[in-house]
């Protein structure tokens, strides 16, 4: 019998054993690739991977409830499972917070995950020339720097993101039933090792 599916806007994964199954490389993979109905064949062919190499990863999603079966197919007397999201977008606690309890592989692979997809929005959008008219253009806008500060800089800089990033999370929050564009923004900041070996 095929179960209840009714996918959900989003999920929050709180359980850790839940967060280590999600963060992994291959089945963050095939999560994007069953946003749409799909079986492990689907996959496969997507992927280029043996099925026989993918049928323990879906399992385990499955297990987990991250992804559901949404039909079986018949096949020459065989049954096929048909799979989907069990939510569009999976919310967890920032990695970087949960010490150990995720390993450091599974928070690259997340992090690595959603740089992925924010690669191929930026590829798409300048692909089809989705671009803002203004001078210079308000999106897509990407920018590069390296710089030197003291523990004070760094706290005062970080606190000032942390503000303008909760002051615009709440303006998209009175904003999500309008039809105002939609945007995507990914922040990364890190320690540069090789300038500070210099």
């Known amino acids: 019998m095929d179960e209840a599916h009714q996918i959900l806007e989003d999920m929050v994964l709180q359980d850790v054993?839940?967060?280590?199954?999600?963060?992994?490389?291959?089945?963050?993979?095939?999560?994007?690739?069953?946003?749409?109905?799909?079986?492990?064949?689907?996959?496969?062919?997507?992927?280029?991977?043996?099925?026989?190499?993918?049928?323990?990863?879906?399992?385990?999603?499955?297990?987990?409830?991250?992804?559901?079966?949404?039909?079986?197919?018949?096949e020459s007397g065989i049954v096929e499972k048909v799979y989907q999201v069990a939510a569009r977008q999976f919310k967890l606690q920032n990695p970087m917070l949960m010490g150990d309890a995720v390993p450091g592989e599974a928070k690259g692979a997340l992090f690595a995950s959603m740089l992925d997809e924010t690669s191929a929005t930026l590829r798409r959008a300048l692909r089809e020339g989705i671009q803002d008219s203004q001078t210079p253009p308000r999106y897509p806008f990407v920018t590069k720097k390296a710089m030197r500060l003291n523990e004070e800089q760094l706290t005062a800089f970080h606190q000032k993101l942390a503000a303008l990033m909760q002051e615009t999370t709440a303006l998209a929050e009175a904003n999500a039933d309008t039809s105002d564009p939609a945007y995507e923004l990914t922040v990364v900041f890190t320690q540069n090792d090789q300038q500070n070996s210099q």
Do not use: C, W
């Not at 967060?19 to 997507?46: C, G, H, N, Y």
């Not at 993918?54 to 992804?67: A, C, D, F, Q, R």
């Open 17 to 74: 054993e839940t967060i280590k199954v999600f963060a992994d490389e291959r089945r963050l993979q095939i999560v994007q690739l069953m946003q749409q109905p799909a079986t492990v064949k689907d996959v496969s062919a997507a992927l280029q991977i043996p099925a026989s190499k993918l049928y323990y990863h879906v399992n385990m999603l499955h297990e987990h409830g991250l992804i559901r079966v949404v039909q079986h197919n018949i």
